[in-house]
Structures are given as C-alpha cells and as structure tokens.
C-alpha cells in the first residue's frame, strides 16, 4: 500500500471556500493523475500530468486547478467554482516507459462540501 | 476519445459460481486493458491487465480474455468466494503517460 498518499483521508468545507488535496508519491513515477469518484459514475479524470511543469485537462476539469512543481507531488486544489464537490478523490500515479504501465491509486479524500 | 461501456452495472451469484464482466471499448488504438477491484472506502487495486499482442490470460481463478475486432474484453473469475464482493472496473489506454479511461463500475456480490 505504500508509494503513494493522500492527505487528509476526511475532509470538510463550507461551500465558497477553495479546498487543496495532497498527492504524494515516491514511487518515481512521472505521470500522476486525479480522478473524482461518485457512486454508479465509476472513476472520471480531472487532470492529469506527465512530467513536471506540464499537466492537462481531462474530462471533467472545470471548477479544479493543478500545479506539478515536483515530480513527487501533484496538489488538485477544488476551488468555489466546482458545483458539486462532495466527492472522493483519487490521485494515481504511473511509470512512463515505452508500454503502458500500471497505475497505483492513493487512499483517496474523501470531501464534504456544506 | 475513448469511451468505456461496462456491463453489467450489478451482479449476484452464489458462492462457487462463475462472474463474467464485460467491457467495450470505441477507440481502435486502446492496447492496454487492465481491471481493477474496489472494496468498500478503498482504493482500487489492479488485479489483471492485459495487452493487445494476447487473447486471454489468467491468473488463479481470474482471467480476461480480448476480442480486438469486436472490441470488448471481459473478466471471469471462477469458484466465487464471500470475498470477491467489491466494485470491479474495467479500463482502456492506448499510449504510455496517457490516462486510463474507465468504465462505470460494476457490484458483484457473492453470497454464501
């Protein structure tokens, strides 16, 4: 289970305050990933990066923000603009090589927005 | 883009039973098709995957087998037991660094 973290497990905020998730990872992977998970909608992307300094939207990126200024670590800030937060995110992160390779989720957060 | 369909969305058998899962996917290029299994409040964890070059392959009481023409690839897992009840996702990639896209999920409850 270990590699990589997310922090904090639970999270709480009033709606119209911006929220940062912590994504850590020491598994030297270059590529990492945030997903949002609800129930019966499987695992949706909201970003993801490559390499440092770079990332992209996925499908699901408006209301989220992202910075990669460490291979290590790849904060998902949920800010007021995000409709409908309450939700439980995962970070993955993966080996870059010439096949794809697996990709390890994080325990998730789990945030509740009221 | 990709898109992932995943069927069916809940499953129940009996324990000893065989589960099938399947998945199709739209985009020709996808060569990576791995499954994931959720338990309850917990990350998911790969279980198999396979690629392209292979049809089927197996591990223990779980294998996957891919159709590349018809597209669709599905997960059976034999001699269900109590705890193999967890949410299973399919997935499908067609290049290094780019992200997975997956399927909804699916329940599978095995009952003793």
């Known amino acids: 289970d270990g590699g990589i973290t997310q922090s904090p497990k639970y999270l709480f905020r009033k709606e119209g305050q911006n929220v940062t998730l912590s994504c850590e990872q020491n598994?030297?992977?270059?590529?990492m990933y945030w997903y949002r998970q609800d129930p019966g909608q499987g695992l949706r992307l909201i970003y993801y990066s490559q390499i440092v300094n770079d990332f992209q939207k996925g499908d699901i990126a408006e209301g989220y923000s992202v910075s990669r200024e460490k291979k290590e670590s790849f904060p998902l800030t949920v800010t007021s603009a995000q409709k409908n937060p309450t939700a439980f995110y995962l970070c993955a992160s993966q080996f870059r090589g010439g096949h794809v390779y697996e990709q390890y989720f994080g325990p998730g957060t789990r945030l509740t927005v009221t | 883009g990709e898109n992932v369909e995943q069927h069916p969305s809940t499953l129940s058998v009996q324990e000893g039973d065989s589960a099938v899962i399947k998945c199709t996917y739209s985009?020709?290029?996808?060569?990576?098709f791995p499954w994931y299994k959720q338990e309850l409040g917990k990350r998911p964890q790969l279980i198999i995957d396979i690629r392209s070059n292979v049809g089927e392959k197996k591990d223990q009481r779980i294998a996957v087998t891919l159709n590349k023409t018809a597209k669709h690839f599905s997960l059976h897992i034999t001699e269900t037991q109590p705890e193999d009840s967890a949410v299973y996702f399919c997935?499908?990639?067609?290049?290094?660094?780019?992200?997975?896209?997956f399927g909804k999920g699916t329940t599978l409850s095995v009952s003793s």
């Open positions: 985009d020709s290029a996808s060569n990576y």
């Open positions: 598994l030297n992977h270059d590529a």
């Open positions: 997935a499908a990639s067609y290049q290094a660094g780019t992200a997975l896209i």
